[in-house]
């Protein structure tokens, strides 16, 4: 299948700094891709509809000039978290959909912000 | 109220056992389900989509009741490696236009 890499696998920093993820499509062009936030024990939550040359479509709730969405290219899409704090700890998951409106997830980035 | 509902469990269950997971949806909208299973710390993977009809795949029988809005997941003759969060979703748009998902039915299959 797809493959949909993200980086970095983890990430640890301080409160107050901004930390970006990639998610790359691998061996397929992505015109839309997804981000996620999951907490401990809770569900998969959509953020941001990410399109490629356009500006992101947001959630109700998520802060779009807090997560920042960049989607430059066919392959790459990239979360930016802005001014990070403990509370914006938790597991970030993209998808990217494919030409068979599959979407296809990434391994995750588990940010926590000390 | 949740869009999509479900026992987060956990199902402690032998190995060999039958195991059935329920989910419920509150969205009419939603076009399409799927089972999704979620390995502790890593990202979800389909396990498969979800019909009206019914369909069957290996050990694993989904059904779609959109009467009811109640999605099922069976899981025959369990194995170890079943042993993980099962994740009810829905989509709405058409295909994988959007995906809601349930916080999960844990499964622990023991020896």
């Known amino acids: 299948g797809a493959v949909v890499s993200q980086h970095p696998s983890w990430v640890i920093c301080k409160s107050g700094t901004s930390v970006k993820i990639e998610c790359r499509s691998l061996?397929?062009?992505?015109?839309?891709m997804f981000w996620y936030r999951q907490f401990p024990k809770q569900s998969l939550m959509l953020m941001a509809t990410?399109?490629?040359?356009?500006?992101?479509?947001?959630e109700q709730g998520v802060e779009k000039d807090k997560f920042l969405i960049n989607h430059a290219s066919l392959t790459l899409s990239t979360l930016t978290v802005t001014s990070a704090h403990p509370e914006d700890s938790s597991f970030y998951i993209c998808?990217?959909?494919?030409?068979?409106?599959?979407?296809?997830f990434g391994p995750g980035t588990r940010l926590t912000v000390l | 109220r949740k869009e999509v509902e479900q026992d987060p469990g956990p199902f402690n269950v032998p190995e060999g056992a039958t195991v059935a997971f329920n989910c419920t949806y509150s969205?009419?909208?939603?076009?399409?389900f799927f089972w999704y299973r979620q390995d502790c710390r890593k990202e979800p993977k389909l396990l498969m989509s979800?019909?009206?009809s019914g369909n069957e795949d290996g050990r694993f029988t989904a059904q779609l009741n959109r009467a009811s809005q109640y999605i099922s997941l069976l899981i025959r003759d369990s194995k170890l490696s079943d042993s993980a969060t099962y994740l009810c979703?829905?989509?709405?748009?058409?295909?994988?236009?959007?995906?809601?998902f349930g916080a999960g039915t844990r499964l622990a299959v023991h020896p």
């Open positions: 061996d397929f062009q992505a015109t839309t």
């Open positions: 969205n009419s909208a939603s076009q399409s």
């Open positions: 979800v019909y009206s």
């Open positions: 979703v829905g989509a709405i748009g058409g295909g994988y236009n959007k995906l809601i």
């Open positions: 998808s990217a959909r494919g030409d068979i409106d599959t979407q296809y």
């Open positions: 990410s399109n490629e040359g356009s500006k992101a479509t947001y």
